[in-house]
């Protein structure tokens, strides 16, 4: 099966750093994904790691470690419009996406 | 283009009763999905295709049924509504080459009764 780890909810100011860990459990693995959730909204896809490493799309960066089985999705130069929840999704062998419970972002002025 | 579309975007049910709730997408997406999503839960996987006329079972498929008889449009059928079936439920899409990268629908919220 497929399990991960994912903290819950993180307050930070305009213009700071933050970092969301994701840790996962599956029998197989082709890659480690990042959605953005807004209140009321649907997910939509931020980034993807398939192999060790950073990938950087602008103001956000995703990285992973295949062999501590753990990711992070780094939000740096946080804008208001920021706040809102963040999931890790992991595709394992059996080619499906399993979810994290998602990490709130709460971003003050 | 439209993206992912569902409907309908409210309901609510007694129950006991049925209903389908419906999935489009026009980006000629091999790969859709749906999800349901509780509070503190995260997306949990009900069903999915890989394309048409192929369906499996997700992380929580009973009390749901799905079909897949054309690329475009992968219903979801709730079989006799319960409860525990409130839920808001957001249909996916993406390539077979990009499933990763999965579209969603704006989602359906679903309140039984």
């Known amino acids: 099966g497929q399990s991960l780890e994912q903290p819950s909810e993180v307050t930070a100011v305009e213009g700071a750093i933050v970092q969301i860990n994701c840790t996962y459990q599956t029998s197989g693995f082709y890659g480690l994904s990042w959605y953005q959730q807004h209140d009321g909204g649907a997910p939509t896809f931020l980034s993807y790691n398939a192999l060790d490493g950073l990938e950087e799309t602008g103001r956000f960066s995703s990285f992973l470690s295949r062999s501590d089985s753990y990711g992070y999705l780094l939000l740096q130069e946080l804008q208001m419009k920021d706040s809102a929840s963040y999931f890790c999704?992991?595709?394992?062998?059996?080619?499906?996406?399993?979810f994290g419970k998602g990490n709130q972002v709460v971003v003050i002025p | 283009n439209a993206g992912v579309t569902q409907t309908p975007k409210f309901q609510v049910l007694k129950t006991g009763q049925s209903m389908t709730l419906q999935c489009a997408q026009d980006?000629?997406?091999?790969?859709m999905s749906w999800y349901r999503q509780d509070p503190g839960m995260g997306l949990r996987l009900i069903h999915y295709?890989?394309?048409?006329?192929?369906?499996d079972q997700g992380e929580v498929p009973n009390g749901y049924n799905v079909s897949r008889s054309t690329t475009e449009d992968f219903p979801l059928r709730l079989l006799s509504a319960a409860p525990s079936q409130t839920s808001v439920y957001f249909c996916?899409?993406?390539?077979?080459?990009?499933?990763?990268?999965?579209?969603f629908g704006p989602g359906t919220r679903l309140t039984v009764t």
């Open positions: 996916a899409s993406s390539s077979d080459s990009k499933i990763d990268e999965q579209y």
């Open positions: 295709s890989v394309g048409a006329g192929i369906t």
């Open positions: 980006m000629n997406h091999e790969y």
């Open positions: 999704a992991v595709r394992g062998g059996n080619n499906r996406l399993a």
